[in-house]
């Protein structure tokens, strides 16, 4: 079964800094992978996907992530946090060419932005 | 363009009440999906319709709960009776029938049972 990874649970980061969030995944073959950010209150809105080619994708928001297939990761990355960036983060995966497909989310990282 | 619209955004009542939560998909989507979230277990498939039939419904915890999709716009998942545990955030995201087109996802319910 697939599985996401979400090492950290919460992280702070401080206004104009830089941002990684974890994300490694459990699967026979790449998957589909995204990632949703959540802010207090809300449902889930996409910032990025990957489906194929570039490993490095951009999403919204000023923010790209990385596909590693050798690490089994996707980790999210921004070079300058801004105070509205605090919410939380959803690294998900989809397996490929299967139809369509259900999401399996990871449990989340909450980001603080501290000023 | 209207997103996915999901009533009401809070609920509070009684354990052994029943409970219905309203999901109105994005117009033209084929995918409907309901999700729970709570602290313990994360974000929680339920049950997701294709062409307003259910396909799998292997996340449905119990019998209490049940949902249904009459037409392609609109969606309810009921539980009954509820009970202190069903307590959470309940999603509504519905999403195009395109191989893994994202999900677009409703501001939740928020279910609290006493």
């Known amino acids: 079964a697939q599985s996401v990874t979400q090492p950290d649970i919460h992280i702070t980061v401080s206004e104009g800094a830089s941002l990684e969030l974890r994300c490694n995944y459990s699967?026979?073959?790449?998957?589909?992978l995204f990632w949703y950010v959540q802010s207090p209150g809300q449902g889930l809105q996409l910032l990025l996907k990957y489906f194929s080619g570039d490993t490095l994708v951009q999403g919204i928001k000023g923010f790209e992530a990385e596909f590693k297939r050798s690490q089994s990761s996707f980790n999210l990355r921004k070079p300058s946090v801004h105070w509205s960036d605090a919410a939380e983060y959803f690294c998900a995966v989809a397996p490929m060419n299967s139809g369509y497909s259900t999401l399996t989310f990871g449990k989340g990282t909450m980001l603080l932005v501290s000023p | 363009d209207a997103g996915v619209i999901q009533s009401p955004r809070h609920e509070v009542t009684e354990m052994g009440q029943e409970v219905t939560l309203r999901c109105k998909p994005i117009?033209?989507?084929?995918?409907l999906f309901w999700y729970r979230q709570t602290m313990m277990r994360g974000l929680e498939l339920l049950i997701y319709?294709?062409?307003?039939?259910?396909?799998?419904d292997s996340g449905m915890p119990e019998d209490r709960f049940s949902a249904k999709m009459p037409n392609a716009s609109f969606s309810t998942l009921k539980i009954q009776p509820s009970e202190p545990r069903d307590s959470a955030v309940y999603f509504c995201?519905?999403?195009?029938?395109?191989?893994?087109?994202?999900?677009?996802f409703g501001d939740g319910t928020r279910l609290s049972i006493l």
């Open positions: 117009s033209g989507h084929d995918y």
């Open positions: 995201a519905s999403s195009l029938a395109i191989d893994n087109q994202p999900q677009h």
């Open positions: 699967y026979g073959a790449t998957p589909y």
């Open positions: 319709f294709n062409n307003n039939v259910p396909i799998d």
